[in-house]
């Protein structure tokens, strides 16, 4: 049994999610605001959160923050039109995955396993990968470079850490949008760039003038030791 939480004010959305999840057997406890579902999120302690970004009372995206203040539970977020911009936002404040609006309800439950299939992954065991003067600690989630710690988002870090422990291969941004987000059947690819640019920025690189991250025009991007290159 799963134990979900539904941060949603659309009281019809509201019902027909609850049923069709408590229908295969979920638990499912309900908020028709923001502040109703911090409450919630902290006496409940749910497995996932579905997050409405259009709440009444607060900003989805402040809603996400101080949520993630308090807790590490997987969210996904539903959004009210493919907005890029308002999704790569969500996705870089913390959020495991989204929705949008309109969606089936198998949609939503696939997604549900997914980010709980992800969060049950065992990470133990997992030893830092190490190529050149770059470190990534899965255990601790730090990474550093040459010496110097790296202050990374979580996607950065997933981000960072697949493309390592491939190092000198491609891995496409299919791939990329599978593992780090999530979304085995693709997605907006710009998501990838853009996390892309900001790894880029804190590794002190260009696209143009690589030293680790090196796209591979239509393809990908492979992570590579600079002396090899
Ligand atoms: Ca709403």
Do not use: C, N
Not at 148 to 163: C, N, Y
Not at 199 to 216: C, D, F, I, M, W
Request: hydrophobic share 40%; proline share 5%; net charge negative.
């Amino acid at each position: 049994m799963t134990r979900i939480l539904l941060v949603e004010d659309d009281a019809a959305i509201r019902r027909a999610l609850r049923r069709s999840l408590e229908d295969q057997g979920d638990a499912v406890a309900v908020a028709p605001d923001g502040m109703t579902g911090l409450r919630l999120v902290l006496s409940e302690q749910p497995d996932v959160v579905l997050l409405d970004l259009g709440l009444p009372d607060v900003d989805g995206l402040r809603m996400l923050g101080m949520l993630r203040g308090v807790s590490d539970v997987p969210v996904i977020v539903v959004t009210a039109q493919d907005d890029d911009r308002t999704v790569v936002k969500a996705l870089d404040a913390g959020a495991d995955d989204y929705v949008v609006k309109p969606f089936g309800t198998e949609q939503v439950q696939a997604r549900i396993r997914a980010v709980l299939r992800r969060a049950s992954r065992p990470t133990g065991g997992e030893g830092p990968v190490v190529v050149a003067g770059l470190s990534i600690d899965p255990r601790s989630r730090s990474a550093s470079l040459d010496g110097e710690r790296l202050e990374l988002s979580r996607k950065e870090f997933d981000l960072l850490f697949l493309l390592a422990s491939r190092s000198g291969e491609v891995v496409t941004k299919r791939e990329l949008l599978a593992e780090v987000w999530q979304q085995p059947y693709g997605g907006a690819e710009r998501t990838v760039d853009v996390h892309l640019s900001w790894l880029r920025r804190k590794l002190g690189e260009t696209a143009a003038q690589p030293r680790y991250l090196h796209s591979v025009r239509g393809v990908g991007v492979r992570l590579a030791d600079p002396g090899d290159e």
